[in-house]
C-alpha cells in the first residue's frame, strides 16, 4: 500500500451510506479508503493495516462502535488514532459517552459532505 495517501478506516453497516462517504472523501482526495461492517472487521483491519483516521458509526450489529472505540482506546497501538463517531442519534448521554471512552469528534447524520471533509481533514493534519 502507498503509505504517501492517508489510509481512513470507515465503519458502517450500511452499505448505501458507505458509498456516500466513500465518494466524498475520494473527491476530496483524502486518501485510501477502507471499510467494515462492524467493529469485529474494523478490528480485524486494524490487525494488518497501518491506519491514520477511522470513521466510525454508533450503532452497528456484532459490534457497535462504542465497543470499537474503546477496545481501539485500550490498544497502545492504534489508541493515538483519530476516531471520528458517525451516528443518526444525537442524545447528548450518548454524544458523552462517546467524548469520555475517547472519540475525538461526535458528528450527527445527515451531515454535509463539505463537513465531513473539515473534520477528517482537521484530523488527519494532527
Known amino acids: 500500500m502507498d503509505r504517501e495517501k492517508n489510509v481512513i478506516l470507515l465503519v458502517d453497516d450500511f452499505m448505501p451510506l458507505r458509498e456516500v462517504i466513500r465518494e466524498t472523501?475520494?473527491?476530496g482526495n483524502c486518501g485510501i479508503v477502507l471499510e467494515a461492517e462492524n467493529g469485529r472487521q474494523a478490528l480485524?483491519?486494524?490487525?494488518?493495516e497501518k491506519v491514520d483516521l477511522i470513521l466510525s458509526d454508533f450503532n452497528?450489529?456484532?459490534m457497535?462502535?462504542?465497543q470499537?472505540?474503546?477496545a481501539v482506546r485500550m490498544d497502545s497501538r492504534f489508541k493515538e488514532v483519530p476516531f471520528i463517531m458517525l451516528s443518526s442519534d444525537e442524545d447528548p448521554k450518548l454524544i458523552i459517552q462517546a467524548m469520555s471512552a475517547g472519540a475525538n469528534e461526535y458528528l450527527g447524520k445527515p451531515f454535509l459532505g463539505k463537513i465531513l471533509l473539515q473534520k477528517v481533514e482537521k484530523w488527519l493534519k494532527k
Open 68 to 70: 470499537l472505540l474503546r
Open 25 to 27: 472523501l475520494k473527491k
Open 44 to 48: 480485524d483491519i486494524l490487525e494488518s
Open 64 to 66: 457497535d462502535g462504542l
Open 60 to 62: 452497528m450489529p456484532e
